[in-house]
């Protein structure tokens, strides 16, 4: 494994310290991504109350410091602005907040989460965005234009829950709808795999810059999901699985038969 995501609201704060408390020190090769600028109450009920996103550059500097110093790190890999929501600064001084904070080495590569194509374009005006995340995956493609602006501009495009196929927020299921079960399960039985490795294969076969983070509690999902980097989708499946859920965007692969190369367009 060679990504974790996180986020200072995911708690709020535990999973960046709970991150620190099971991976200290960090292997070489891990890159560890965390999130800032958006904000939630304390654990009171079931579920943490929404707040809202905050941008000024006070709140993003002090976000940044903090998570740094839960994660134990001097130097955050990759920081996220957490959704392109604020109001209470332009989208281009939290952008350049986070430059800010880049070019005083507290971060190493910036990436925006929940933005539109147009804000990763004004973004990329004022400092290089290294990744991009999206709500992305077999059924959920409405960020499809993002997750093409974000491969034209030479981003990673991180889709998140890439697995569960059931609205944010909504109990998790990673089967999805009868109607799409109905094209993943023989797809997944030709290749003696899980319908989840199926969507992550899906999501992998699309782009090299596609790196989908599968959210998990156990250790035989996180083997099962690592190991879809090894599944091959036919060309055929590839189609099949595009078809759930069709999208106006040049990345999709062409039908079988034609003579584009997958990926491609
Ligand atoms: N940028 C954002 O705004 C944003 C928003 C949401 C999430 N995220 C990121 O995306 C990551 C994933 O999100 P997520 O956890 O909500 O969604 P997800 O990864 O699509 O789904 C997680 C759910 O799928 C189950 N699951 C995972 N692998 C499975 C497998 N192989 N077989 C069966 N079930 C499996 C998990 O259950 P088990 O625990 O039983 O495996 C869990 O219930 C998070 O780590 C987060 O960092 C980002």
Same mark, same amino acid.
């Given at each position: 494994?060679?990504?974790?995501?996180?986020?200072?609201?995911?708690?709020?704060?535990?999973?960046?310290?709970?991150?620190?408390?099971?991976?200290?020190?960090?292997?070489?090769?891990?890159?560890?991504?965390?999130?800032? $600028?958006?904000?939630?109450?304390?654990?009171?009920?079931?579920?943490? %109350?929404?707040?809202?996103?905050?941008?000024?550059?006070?709140?993003?500097?002090?976000?940044?410091?903090?998570?740094?110093?839960?994660?134990?790190?001097?130097?955050?890999?990759?920081?996220?602005?957490?959704?392109?929501?604020?109001?209470?600064?332009?989208?281009?001084?939290?952008?350049?907040?986070?430059?800010?904070?880049?070019?005083?080495?507290?971060?190493?590569?910036?990436?925006?989460?929940?933005?539109?194509?147009?804000?990763?374009?004004?973004?990329?005006?004022?400092?290089?965005?290294?990744?991009?995340?999206?709500?992305?995956?077999?059924?959920?493609?409405?960020?499809?234009?993002?997750?093409?602006?974000?491969?034209?501009? $030479?981003?990673?495009?991180?889709?998140?829950?890439?697995?569960?196929?059931?609205?944010? $927020?909504?109990?998790?299921?990673?089967?999805?709808?009868?109607?799409?079960?109905?094209?993943?399960?023989?797809?997944?039985?030709?290749?003696?795999?899980?319908?989840?490795?199926?969507?992550?294969?899906?999501?992998?076969?699309?782009?090299?810059?596609?790196?989908?983070?599968?959210? %998990?509690?156990?250790?035989?999902?996180?083997?099962?999901?690592?190991?879809?980097?090894?599944?091959?989708?036919?060309?055929?499946?590839?189609?099949?699985?595009?078809?759930?859920?069709?999208?106006?965007?040049?990345?999709?692969?062409?039908?079988?038969?034609?003579?584009?190369?997958?990926?491609?367009?």
């Amino acid at each position: 494994m060679t990504l974790i995501d996180t986020a200072d609201v995911y708690g709020p704060h535990t999973n960046e310290l709970l991150i620190r408390e099971a991976l200290l020190p960090y292997p070489e090769h891990l890159v560890i991504a965390t999130k800032g $600028g958006f904000v939630r109450g304390g654990p009171v009920g079931p579920r943490p %109350t929404l707040i809202d996103a905050i941008g000024n550059a006070t709140y993003l500097r002090q976000c940044a410091y903090l998570s740094a110093r839960r994660l134990g790190v001097e130097r955050i890999d990759l920081y996220y602005l957490h959704s392109g929501r604020a109001k209470d600064a332009s989208f281009e001084d939290q952008v350049g907040t986070l430059a800010e904070l880049r070019q005083l080495g507290l971060i190493r590569h910036i990436g925006l989460s929940n933005v539109t194509a147009a804000q990763l374009r004004a973004a990329r005006q004022i400092v290089d965005i290294a990744a991009v995340s999206a709500h992305f995956n077999v059924v959920a493609r409405e960020q499809a234009a993002v997750l093409e602006a974000a491969l034209e501009a $030479g981003a990673v495009f991180v889709p998140w829950q890439p697995v569960s196929l059931t609205a944010p $927020g909504s109990p998790s299921d990673t089967g999805g709808p009868a109607a799409v079960r109905r094209v993943l399960e023989p797809i997944a039985s030709r290749h003696g795999a899980t319908i989840s490795q199926i969507t992550l294969a899906w999501l992998l076969a699309r782009s090299p810059e596609i790196m989908p983070v599968p959210g %998990t509690t156990s250790i035989a999902h996180v083997r099962e999901n690592l190991d879809a980097q090894d599944i091959e989708l036919s060309r055929e499946d590839i189609y099949s699985v595009d078809s759930i859920s069709p999208e106006r965007t040049g990345t999709q692969s062409p039908p079988p038969g034609s003579s584009v190369t997958p990926g491609t367009q």
